[in-house]
């Protein structure tokens, strides 16, 4: 008997201060691996675990915009049909950005059959334990983490991987099968970028070569042309 499959969305949220080719690799690998249908760029508003100096969220959505132009014709050159949009439903959020709240509003959204994962770097898995009512989230979407070279997600993670041990596979067909409630732990995706080692980067006046290898042009472009990063 042929089984219809579910309605599969990933959501990747984030600063993006700024957007780098490991976010968007991260959503082509995650397109790739879960099917998706849909992929939802989610620029945080006030992420209530950042300091007050991050850039404002006027440029943080511009450079997102740029960095889904480019993450669409990825996309198309190798043959991924996943839709792409971006969401300012954080943004427009008053007050701090607590994913839980995302994910419910989401959930809402999409209805109780829809396959909801929250995307995320090795990262964010190891500073999960301190996001407001983390323990709650797989009753909303699933996790799909997302490691890095070297990076061990079980090691130092001891109270998420406690809290989540019997939610945790290897197996991304779960999540495709499910609507929420899956920790997938993925290890064949391996980069290393992080926003705030690209934000020193700028300050220490790393070359445009250099810097080119790890944003995408448009955003770069929008950065050098708003004056973004530097002498801060």
Request: aromatic share 10%; no cysteine; charged share 20%.
């Amino acid at each position: 008997m042929d089984i219809k499959k579910r309605k599969s969305i990933g959501i990747l949220g984030g600063t993006f201060d700024p957007p780098h080719w490991g976010h968007l690799r991260l959503a082509e690998h995650f397109s790739r691996v879960l099917q998706l249908d849909h992929i939802i760029w989610m620029p945080a508003g006030q992420p209530w675990q950042k300091s007050s100096d991050i850039t404002p969220a006027k440029h943080r959505l511009a450079m997102s915009e740029y960095a889904i132009e480019t993450l669409h014709d990825l996309f198309v050159d190798h043959h991924i049909y996943t839709k792409i949009e971006i969401s300012t439903l954080e943004m427009s959020r008053e007050g701090p950005s607590y994913v839980i709240d995302t994910a419910k509003e989401i959930r809402a959204l999409y209805g109780p059959e829809t396959s909801i994962t929250w995307l995320m770097g090795a990262d964010s898995w190891a500073n999960i334990k301190t996001w407001h009512q983390w323990p709650e989230l797989p009753q909303y979407v699933h996790l799909a983490v997302a490691s890095r070279p070297e990076a061990d997600l079980g090691n130092g993670n001891q109270a998420n991987n406690a809290v989540f041990a019997d939610k945790q596979t290897l197996d991304p067909q779960l999540l495709q099968l499910s609507p929420q409630g899956h920790v997938l732990f993925d290890q064949s995706l391996q980069i290393n970028l992080s926003s705030s080692a690209l934000r020193d980067g700028f300050y220490n006046n790393a070359s445009w070569d250099e810097l080119a290898d790890a944003i995408p042009p448009l955003v770069l472009d929008y950065i050098e042309a708003k004056g973004l990063y530097r002498n801060e």
